[in-house]
């Protein structure tokens, strides 16, 4: 492995060349396979990230940029290029590296996290300390596809949207998670990859926009454009009849997207009128409670 004996850190791969990489990229993923089969451990998640791991080392500059790895166990390439190949076969030995990212391992290991779904949250504070305090970074969250199991990275990724810091996410969707992925962000993040054109054709129409936007209608424009994408989520679609708000008191009507032709909606189940009840008073008399008056039926006709 003559590339990867030679790589003591990210500043020796930043002197490779591009042609250089893939070999550089087999060699580790030999590296992988050979330590883990003696020590154990997740090797599939690590196999899978080992281009990645060398695109991110040849790109930013760490340790001064930060790298958040959710989940843990993708770090496995990241050790081997950040000056742990020679301690690798130590891995989950005792006294020996960590099994997953540690702080007080590496100074290229910003957060400590074993499994999933934190390090989107961990990115964003620093990314927000780096603001507060005036300093100049990258803040980089590489999220495999097992990271999105909890609700932590969405209130995250909510919060990082919202906030409109200088925060990157990586979204690691490889098909190398620990077991077979279930559920449906799995069939969403698969229709996704399945169907790039979809991507392609939104970002050109984007561009065209916002160039657009130059000659007619300026910022107005853009932001129109950025608030239609929500409000067609908000249409509500069943069956191929749109349901569409009608005023207090006017007939309630759906309209059938095929035929134009009004269809009645459903007649709303009249309330029921509440029988009299008998109460006691303090002296003992009964005494009748009178009714509310009835419900009108507020069916449509």
């Known amino acids: 492995m003559p590339l990867l004996e030679a790589i ?8 490779l060349s591009l042609e250089q990489l ?3 990229a087999a060699e580790v993923r030999q590296r992988l396979i050979d330590v883990v ?11 899978g990230v080992v281009e990645l791991t060398i695109a991110l080392l040849y790109v930013f500059d760490s340790p001064h940029d930060r790298i958040v790895w959710d989940v ?4 496995y390439p990241w050790k081997i290029l950040t000056g742990r190949n020679a301690q690798f076969p130590t891995l989950r030995q005792p006294g020996g590296l960590s099994g997953f990212l540690r702080r007080t391992e590496s100074p290229h290991d910003h957060f400590g996290a074993g499994h999933a779904g934190t390090g989107l949250s961990a990115a964003l504070g620093m990314a927000t300390a780096r603001d507060l305090k005036g300093e100049e970074f990258k803040v980089v969250a590489v999220v495999g596809d097992g990271a999105l199991t909890c609700g932590l990275p969405y209130e995250a990724m909510n919060n990082a949207g919202h906030s409109g810091r200088d925060l990157i996410m990586v979204l690691n969707d490889n098909g190398m998670s620990i077991a077979p992925n279930v559920g449906a962000i799995n069939k969403y993040l698969g229709s996704i990859i399945a169907s790039p054109i979809t991507n392609r054709i939104r970002e050109r129409v984007k561009a065209m926009i916002e160039k657009a936007s130059h000659l007619v209608g300026g910022p107005r424009l853009v932001e129109f454009a950025k608030t239609t994408d929500p409000r067609s989520r908000h249409s509500a679609d069943c ?7 009608e005023p207090q008191g006017a007939p309630g009507r759906a309209r059938d997207h095929g035929e134009g032709k009004g269809v009645p909606a459903p007649r709303a189940r009249p309330r029921e009128v509440p029988r ?10 009964a005494q009748a409670r009178q009714p509310r008056p ?7 006709r």
């Open 22 to 24: 893939p070999a550089l």
């Open 276 to 285: 009299p009840r008998t109460l006691r008073s303090r002296d003992g008399q």
């Open 239 to 245: 069956g191929g009849v749109e349901a569409r708000d």
């Open 72 to 75: 843990g166990h993708q770090g």
């Open 8 to 15: 003591r850190g990210p500043e020796d791969i930043k002197r």
């Open 37 to 47: 089969s003696q020590t154990g451990g997740h090797i599939g998640a690590g196999l």
């Open 294 to 300: 009835a419900a009108v039926d507020q069916s449509v």
